[in-house]
């Protein structure tokens, strides 16, 4: 890994991110804003399923249960306490993770498949029953975030916190995926008794993957929250889940960048496809078959995702090779 | 007593509708078992062919049965078209990507279907009505007397057709052991070809049968059939046959015994109830109640 290489890869994408915000139109700059929250929960899923190898159907509940969280907490007692609210709701989130952790330690990929599926559609069915009690059937109102008692321009705001915490929780994961608890991940993926005869604990291992997991995925649907300005269950249902195995997938499992580019791709390509499609009757038609076309496609010629088609190729050309892997 | 009565009846509706999650189940066993893909397309596969039963039955207006038999064969030719194209090129990814070519087809179903027969829930006439006959206070309504024959019916000869015939006998050794199976002259891309139509076609018998219990048809009516024959077919063991009836008919039953019980909260959690007893049954059998034990780590 050449050091300064990177460093010159991290002040590229801070550079450009800093930019963007004065370049675009606000409605844009809301829409990256959401995209970053999407790159942190794909960041999250990865390294549960793409490092760690355990697949994972419910994440939308750890979105759904991020949001909450961090919603009621700055609907309650102000958005001053959004600083607060933002950790604390990837701490309790990530506690929730641990839910999941115990029946991984004994079920195979589908098993799992079905046990976090379980436990997404569980966590909607509370929430929502928790709303009938709250009496907040259109969701939590939350506020933007504020400075004692100066509240802060939005949608701007929003995004540089976003981008400031996905690039921060961004180095973690660039860490621990280079540090001893990645290479447990991996050895675990790849043979569970291999890895527990070089002394690696099983259970331990798992903890953290669904630990961390969750936390990044409650903090981007905390995130997600303050940036819409609203928590509601049913926006975190299914669908979501399965946007979010779609986007490591496609942008490639087991890799950061591959998370990166995924989750912008995918919760870009319906506004951009808005741009060309004028006409609402053939939109959903033009969207449904060009989004489960590209997704047929890729796993065709791409199998290793996106980021995985991009570091192959780059393998005829050496000084690209070197950018793209640092290596 | 009174209570008692209840139960039973809304246990007899579970076995009718344990019997079509059955059915799903099957399908996505039999696919997933010869070509290791979950699929997820089932719902949407089932979608399609449930339409087009219902442009038969209501445009063309041809007999029930008569529309039962396009159905089943538009979702078997589907089912080819999808393993030839979407599948079969992609044999060189990993399997857990594969999960995702079939939510893309998915969603390519989905779109065309919405493009054609629009989004709103058209309504469904259902030929047989009222009940076929009652004991004291049960009833059996002609229609759970009919889903739980064809049922019975398809499954039986659907085991039947692996057990005794040529090509049944090439998928079982084709699930067992694809290279072994290659070897023994069996051209294991035509029998997983013909795993997905047949596959499809299951569900398409329930799709045709289920969708008058849930009032009409729209694109997405199948989604929450499919998640629970998958839940079936987990809990059953995913790899077992068997399993996945046994586990349809469990899912069925319990389902509608919560919905029976009177207390409000627990029929409005049934599904989260339902999901948290699978959960717990994985844990203490992590490979399904007929599933077949792996060695660990495999």
Redesign the interface.
């Known amino acids: 890994m050449n050091l300064a290489r990177e460093r010159t890869r991290w002040l590229i994408g801070i550079s450009i991110l800093g930019v963007l915000p004065f370049v675009l139109p606000g409605y844009w700059t809301y829409q990256l804003s959401l995209a970053g929250a999407s790159v942190l929960a794909a960041l999250g899923l990865n390294l549960l399923?793409g490092y760690a190898g355990q697949?994972s159907l419910g994440h939308a509940g750890f979105l759904a249960i991020g949001s909450y969280v961090a919603g009621l907490l700055t609907s309650s007692f102000g958005g001053s306490w959004f600083w607060i609210a933002l950790p604390l709701a990837g701490v309790i989130t990530g506690l929730t993770g641990l839910v999941l952790f115990?029946?991984a330690l004994?079920?195979?990929?589908?098993?799992l498949?079905?046990?976090t599926?379980?436990?997404g559609?569980?966590v909607t069915?509370?929430l929502l029953?928790l709303s009938e009690v709250t009496h907040t059937y259109e969701g939590i109102k939350v506020p933007g975030p504020a400075i004692g008692e100066i509240s802060l321009n939005r949608d701007l705001t929003m995004y540089f916190i976003t981008a400031g915490v996905v690039l921060a929780l961004l180095w973690i994961a660039r860490n621990v995926v280079h540090a001893k608890l990645g290479r447990a991940f991996i050895a675990i993926r790849d043979?569970?008794?291999?890895a527990?005869a070089m002394g690696i604990s099983l259970p331990q291992t798992k903890a953290y993957a669904f630990l961390i997991s969750a936390f990044y995925t409650g903090i981007a649907g905390a995130l997600h929250a303050h940036i819409v300005g609203i928590a509601q269950a049913e926006v975190f249902n299914?669908g979501t889940s399965?946007q979010l195995?779609?986007m490591i997938?496609?942008g490639g499992?087991a890799s950061l960048p591959g998370s990166i580019l995924g989750a912008l791709f995918l919760s870009l390509l319906p506004e951009l496809l808005k741009l060309l499609v004028a006409s609402q009757q053939?939109y959903?038609?033009?969207?449904?078959?060009l989004?489960?076309?590209?997704?047929?496609l890729v796993?065709?010629f791409m199998?290793?995702g996106i980021w995985g088609y991009l570091v192959r190729t780059s393998f005829k050309f050496p000084k690209a090779r070197k950018f793209l892997t640092g290596a | 007593m009174e209570n008692l009565w209840l139960y039973l009846q809304f246990a007899i509706n579970g076995i009718a509708n344990g019997c079509l999650y059955a059915l799903m189940a099957l399908g996505m066993v039999l696919i997933f078992k010869t070509t290791d893909v979950v699929n997820f397309a089932q719902a949407d596969m089932t979608m399609l062919s449930t339409f087009v039963a219902y442009t038969a039955l209501t445009s063309w207006k041809w007999p029930f049965a008569g529309a039962l038999v396009a159905a089943i064969i538009a979702a078997f030719i589907v089912g080819l078209i999808v393993e030839r194209f979407a599948l079969r090129p992609a044999q060189n990814a990993p399997v857990i990507s594969l999960l995702i070519t079939t939510l893309g087809v998915a969603l390519i179903i989905n779109a065309v279907a919405g493009g054609i027969w629009g989004y709103q829930t058209l309504p469904f006439e259902y030929p047989l009505k009222g009940r076929l006959f009652s004991i004291g206070n049960l009833s059996f309504t002609k229609h759970n007397a009919l889903t739980v024959v064809v049922a019975l019916v398809l499954s039986l000869g659907f085991f039947a057709f692996l057990k005794f015939t040529k090509i049944g006998i090439a998928m079982r050794a084709t699930a067992q052991n694809k290279l072994a199976a290659r070897l023994m002259g069996i051209n294991v891309d035509r029998i997983s070809m013909l795993c997905w139509g047949i596959g499809a076609a299951i569900g398409a018998v329930a799709g045709v049968i289920i969708t008058p219990t849930i009032t009409g048809i729209n694109l997405n009516v199948m989604v929450s059939v499919m998640l629970k024959g998958f839940a079936a077919a987990v809990l059953g063991g995913f790899t077992s046959l068997p399993g996945a009836l046994v586990g349809g008919l469990l899912i069925g039953v319990i389902e509608n015994l919560f919905i029976a019980i009177p207390v409000d909260w627990v029929g409005q959690f049934r599904e989260t109830f339902v999901f948290a007893l699978i959960i717990l049954i994985l844990t203490v059998r992590p490979h399904g109640l007929l599933g077949e034990t792996a060695h660990r780590g495999t």
């Open positions: 399923t697949i115990i029946p004994r079920l195979g990929t589908i098993y498949a079905i046990a599926l379980g436990f559609a569980a069915q509370v029953k043979k569970e008794i291999a527990e299914l399965i195995f779609s997938v496609l499992l053939y959903n038609v033009i969207y449904g078959v989004y489960g076309g590209l997704l047929v796993i065709i199998p290793y």
